[in-house]
């Protein structure tokens, strides 16, 4: 398998009558790796995915896609994608909707007739195979939807909202199919307003602002390396939070409790000792960790939303 990254671009730009939807998308994802693309509502995600898969064409940039510049024709039977605003063929049965896009990408009939049906039972819809997309709820379309993706056995797959009108069981199959394509070595591009779904399957995220990547690491080191931790002492005296501003930023106190932020719990027996060391009796210590939603607020700020 190749090791180049099976998504690179550099200064992306989308532009629809002089009104910029992304600006300078400008990332790299690895093969094999989940990775989150979040930003609020009009951040240009949903233009950079569909420029990502050849959709629409870049006003100025270049990326590639699986070692080909994106928009490369014979790509496509390479990729899976499940758009947040889909419109399936609802006169089709699911079993159909499947064959017809198997041979859309290529595919031999023998193999559709035999990769539909298991994919439907792994998004629990076996029993409604020859039933018509019309008579399917919203989440029943989803899952379809998800199974079309995968389909052609795709190297990556794109996934914008795919757990957008499934309830809770949805959106734990959802995640482990994420989970099982990473073990096949499958690349997952997903963008979803549900944070807490990204947090458990994402290994890296990108938070974009105004169409452009403002900031872009492991999952792990951000949430793992961002933290608060409160402290409750016998007392609190301006020495004891002078010297805890050396180890940590935004102290704040009140009698006898102090939180202030730290970059890493390596940094917790330290000020263990320097608490003691001011003359301080430490009653409790509580390390906190800031959850996704909260370096979100703090990355690309209140306005508008996900």
Sequence with gaps: MSTSPTIETSHLRKEYNRKVAVADLTLSVARGEVFGFLGPNGAG???????????????????RLLGKPIGDHAIRARVGFLPENFRFHDWLTAD???RVHGRLYGMRE???????P????????AEHARKQLRAYSKGMKQRVGLAMAMLNRPEVVFLDEPTSGLDPVGRRMVRDVIRELREQGTTVF?????????EVTCDRVAFVK???????????????????VDLRVDKVTPELLEALKQMGSDVRA????????IDSDETLPAIAQLVVEQ????YAMTPQHVSLEDLFLQIVGTEGSL
């Design 190 to 198: 997903l963008n979803s307003h549900l944070l807490s779904e990204v």
């Design 118 to 125: 298991e994919l439907l039972e792994r998004v629990g819809l």
């Design 45 to 63: 995600k949903t233009t950079s995915i569909k420029m990502l898969l050849g959709l629409v064409a870049p006003t100025n940039g270049e990326g």
């Design 96 to 98: 159909e909707f499947l």
């Design 254 to 261: 009140d009698a006898d409790r102090i939180n202030l932020s």
């Design 279 to 282: 003359g301080r009796s430490l």
């Design 110 to 116: 023998a193999d559709c007739r035999q990769r539909a």
């Design 210 to 228: 105004n169409g452009v990547v403002v900031k872009m690491a492991s999952l792990r080191s951000l949430v793992d390396g961002t933290a608060t």
